[in-house]
């Protein structure tokens, strides 16, 4: 059993989608639970990653740094790392041209997510991407 057999999915409360022209948005902010160096473990950590948001996951967390990442069905997403500050801010290059820009704010009780990224289109990765989001606590 991984970690996401742990979670029972509810609304993706705290989520929004945008589009403006041919680019989509999606705007999360979540506060969690856990402090931002346990969080930044969960983002950047090739096993932890596969916990949570993709089948599989490659990442070199520092700048130039590569990441793949591959779901069940087939679908690949390859990014750049642009920017690693560690339990601060991380933004990758997606391959498609977007984006996703994460940043972590130590809060009372845990840390502040704050999740942008955009995509030149609604695929079916941006689509995984607020589901997989949908649980995290």
């Known amino acids: 059993m991984n970690d996401r057999d742990q979670y029972t999915p509810g609304p993706a409360s705290g989520v929004q989608v945008q589009k ?7 705007i999360l902010v979540r ?15 090739p096993a932890r990653l596969e916990e949570w948001f993709a ?14 990442f591959r779901w069940g069905d ?3 997403r390859r990014a750049t790392v642009r920017e690693a500050e560690p339990e601060e801010r991380l ?6 041209g977007g984006e996703v820009v ?3 704010e130590p809060v009372e009780g845990g840390t502040r997510l704050h999740v942008v990224e ?5 695929s079916t990765a941006l689509e995984l991407y607020a589901l997989a989001w949908a649980p995290v606590r």
């Open 20 to 26: 403006e022209g041919e680019k989509w948005t999606l």
């Open 31 to 45: 506060q969690l639970r856990h402090p931002p160096e346990i969080v930044w473990q969960a983002l950047t950590d």
């Open 55 to 68: 089948t599989e996951a490659e990442l070199d967390a520092t700048p130039g740094g590569e990441g793949v």
């Open 74 to 76: 087939g679908e690949e």
């Open 91 to 96: 933004v990758l290059d997606w391959e498609d």
């Open 102 to 104: 994460i940043e972590l």
């Open 118 to 122: 955009t995509s030149p289109e609604f």
